[in-house]
């Protein structure tokens, strides 16, 4: 089954406590992406990779960083977490770096940093 | 800076009833308008991708169409199993898609 996988589905830290949010496609996808979805803001980009190690920042990428040592997979690092990054995330990933409006979501991470 | 507005924020219908949702954008070059759909306590799911003014894409009850300043997803005799939220993006570039906030639809039988 073609999917993007995000663990941990849900996790609650303190703040400064580092923390990683990995995720994997099985679909052989060139584009990989990181969204923030907060409510009244919708959707906003956090970093985006074309290829492996390809990447660049979104919209919002500050106290964030990634890594593509490999092409499935995309892990999110947060440094050291902060209560506004308490949001719900999605990976997300294109079949070509040519085509990244089309994208397929991961089922998201919600976190919460007290 | 691009922009994305959806409207209504939130529309009741009652199953048959048809119906347009909205979605305005400002955008220095479009590459592209998307669709998707999303459920509560899921990842969006990819619906339509329109390139040009006049163009329209289908799919079951869903229509989308695009004018140079906004697009349309009307949705014809609507089921409750269309109750989702209905997210609109456009992209300038080759990255970077720009999100509206969404509609969030209520099909009631």
């Known amino acids: ?114 | 800076e691009d922009q994305v507005t959806q409207s209504p924020e939130a529309l009741r219908l009652q199953e048959g009833e048809s119906s347009s949702l909205n979605c305005s954008y400002t955008v220095s070059g479009l590459r592209g308008l998307f669709w998707y759909r999303q459920d509560p306590g899921k990842g969006p799911e990819f619906l339509f991708t329109l390139y040009s003014a006049g163009e329209e894409k289908e799919k079951e009850r869903l229509k989308a169409t695009l004018t140079k300043k906004e697009s349309f997803l009307h949705i014809t005799a609507p089921k409750p199993e269309d109750s989702a939220t209905y997210l609109c993006a456009v992209q300038a570039g080759y990255s970077t898609l720009t999100f509206g906030k969404g509609t969030m639809l209520l099909v009631s039988p």
């Not at chain 1, 919708?42 to 985006?48: A, F, H």
């Not at chain 1, 690092?77 to 719900?88: A, D, F, G, H, K």
């Open chain 1, 1 to 114: 089954e073609a999917q993007v996988t995000q663990n941990p589905r849900y996790l609650i830290t303190v703040t400064g406590k580092k923390l990683t949010v990995t995720c994997s496609q099985n679909m052989n996808h060139e584009y990989m992406s990181w969204y923030r979805q907060d409510p009244g803001l919708g959707l906003r980009q956090i970093y985006y990779s074309m290829n492996v190690e390809v990447t660049d920042k979104g919209d919002v990428p500050e106290g964030y960083k990634v890594s593509r040592k490999e092409k499935r997979n995309f892990p999110l690092i947060l440094e050291s977490p902060s209560p506004n990054q308490t949001s719900l995330y999605f990976c997300a990933s294109s079949l070509s770096s040519k085509n990244t409006g089309e994208l397929f979501f991961g089922e998201g991470s919600r976190l919460t940093v007290l």
